[in-house]
């Protein structure tokens, strides 16, 4: 069987600054080679990055060792980037993953692995920890959800190639922020990996320093 794992970096960071957040360094490190050296060490026989076009040559020097690793421009959407990269592959099964999670570990990415070949669609998450609230446009809470049955969703997500593939054909063109969500949206039944509460994504940075303490 072969996995490839998809790499979304086609985001402009417009919350994080001037800077590109995935090129930011950690202990001297970009995140995104972080990321992409625990799939390397997972043994994915294919890696595709979905890159924004302006750091599509800095990403050309960090990896211009890697033999399987291959970097694309991304889309204008993350849909269209993931869409980009499945019509990039040839695999059996795919594992998509946000660039700016740079603490995920190779054990998470070998359970998912695991589970996907079983269950062909699957999603790494952790369980709520928080009470969450339903809010109106007011600001008046309307109830109390459940929360042993909420979980925060993280990458990757898994899913068998063909599947994956079929729901981003049949939705192409809309704005999925969550590739599980287009299966689901397909009929098809999502199953949980449990993740890690590590796993954060990087979105500001503040979430550079939280991730410092982590790398350590």
């Known amino acids: 069987m072969k996995f490839a794992a998809i790499i979304t970096a086609g985001g402009t960071s417009s919350r994080f600054g001037e800077t590109n957040k995935l090129l930011e360094k950690i202990n001297n490190k970009e995140i995104i080679k972080y990321t992409v050296e625990a799939f390397i060490k997972s043994e994915i ?19 211009t060792d890697k033999k399987n690793i291959r970097i694309i421009e991304g889309g204008q959407t993350r849909q269209e980037s993931v869409y980009n990269g499945l019509k990039a592959v040839d695999c059996d099964y795919v594992l998509i993953h946000d660039g700016a999670r740079p603490l995920i570990s190779p054990k ?11 269950n062909k669609a699957v999603s790494v998450m952790t369980k709520t920890i928080d009470t969450i609230k339903e809010v109106d446009e007011s600001g008046r809470i309307i109830r109390t959800l459940d929360r042993s049955k909420l979980y925060n969703t993280q990458t990757p997500q898994a899913f068998e190639y063909k599947l994956i593939k079929s729901a981003h054909e049949k939705f192409e063109g809309e704005n999925f922020t969550d590739d599980a969500g287009l ?31 982590y790398l350590i």
Request: hydrophobic share 40%; glycine share 4%.
């Open 45 to 63: 026989n294919e890696i595709i990055i979905c890159a924004n076009k302006s750091i599509i040559s800095t990403l050309d020097k960090i990896f």
């Open 108 to 118: 998470t990415i070998h359970d998912t692995m695991q589970s996907v070949i079983k």
């Open 183 to 213: 299966v689901e949206a397909c009929g098809q039944e999502v199953y949980v990996v449990e993740g890690n509460y590590k796993n954060i994504k990087i979105t500001t940075r503040t979430d550079i320093a939280i991730a410092e303490n």
